[in-house]
């Protein structure tokens, strides 16, 4: 199969790095956002380049926090978003929902605000002074408000101080008691709070602890979210009644509720095979909201995402067999298979390199079948993937194996274009991150 690749071109993004959110971009995409999700400007310029217009359909199957979706619902176009992880598909039905009346939530938030202020002056706890907001001491009083066992055994240690959880809590539970129409908008803010301010996260890519907060002005931080958010919704109510519908859903079993033959285009990031659990993202928020409440909870919905790493590799896993006529992907596997045994690596998870490898892109093979269903002939797809070299630093080519079984599966490979890339210390090579753009003809 030959592959065009291309490096950049008239239409392409201005600077194939640059991966930030452009300030002119905030409004909605920042209710709440993966810190790797792709720019809203990527999103724009392909678009253009799908010569999307008005009356179209897009679909993100991948939708994360609704980058995609947001974008179409900005420019005017109709979108289904799938997503299988219950934080993610929370901030994309939110940010895709701008019916709310922005003064119904500000005087709602504010009303929350000081419920929870005047509590917190009873129980004689006071706002934290900007001093004391990061000291290495834990504080452990008598009469916070905490997470259950279950709930502890979830979350990464020491992801979030006592303090702030109690005023996260008692936030929770003042939002639980408020009109539900505003109850999603300030879920999602709050989520926001944890990630930005109240936890003690970091990213880089990977989620990790920071030093600890002894204590943090939450309801501040949330307060002022809210805010922005109902400022948002100010500024683009008149795009509310542009559909963009959100399917909880795993993208290789496409919900019947998508039409037959509905979408035009189709621009997504899935997963990329590597040792990146995606749960582990949003599992502070997850928790504290109970969209995850139990270790069954979290298996249940690990087994509906793309297995693109050896944490949520099952026994009864059969996506391989979608790809066993891709001599490409058999060779992979074979060779991270090989140098697991050359270099005497015997852990459970390193055993699991080159199956993970090959249920990564059977899993995606599933998906591509399943897309046919709801594609138009004609409908130009843009998939966002990288290289990676996880397994034992054998290179994967994730954009060109993706390719190949696209094509295996029916579709027409336009192109390959380069987004970015990214120097890897430990192969010392350079990681592609490129957008595999298809087309279906049609069954």
Known sequence: MAIKIQETDSWSISSPLHNKLAIVDRPIHAWYRFVLSFPPHLVRSYFENFGAEEGKVVMDPFCGTGTTLVEAKKLGFASHGIEANPMAALASAVKTDWTLNAVTLRVASRKIADEANTRFRKERFPAP??????????????????????????ILENSISDRPLHRVLVLKLLISKAEASVQDHLRLALAWTLVNSAGNLRFGPEVGITAPKFDVDVVGDWLSQVERMADDLDEWRCNAGIEARVHPGDARSIPGSVPDQSVDFVFTSPPYPNEK???????????????????????????????????????????????????????????????RIEQGKTSGFEKLYHR????????????????????????????????????????IRTGQLLAQVAEQEGYVVERIDLFRTRYATATKQQLREEVVVLRWPGA
């Open 129 to 154: 002074h900007p001093a004391t907001d990061v000291i290495k001491e834990q504080s452990s009083l008598f009469g916070l408000l905490d997470l259950n066992t279950d709930q502890r055994k979830l």
């Open 277 to 339: 659990d995606y749960t582990r993202t949003t599992r502070l928020e997850s928790v504290i909201l109970d969209l995850i409440r139990t270790r069954s909870e979290l298996k249940h919905l690990k087994q509906g995402l793309v297995r693109s790493n050896t944490r949520n590799v099952y026994v009864g896993d059969d996506d391989h067999l979608f790809v066993e006529s891709v001599p490409e992907i058999q060779r992979i596997a074979k060779e991270i298979e090989e140098r």
């Open 356 to 395: 993970v490898t090959k249920l990564y892109f059977g899993g995606m093979a599933k998906h591509f079948r399943e897309m046919r269903r709801v594609l138009k002939p004609g409908a130009v797809l843009g998939y966002v993937v990288g290289d990676q070299a996880s397994y034992l630093r054998v290179m």
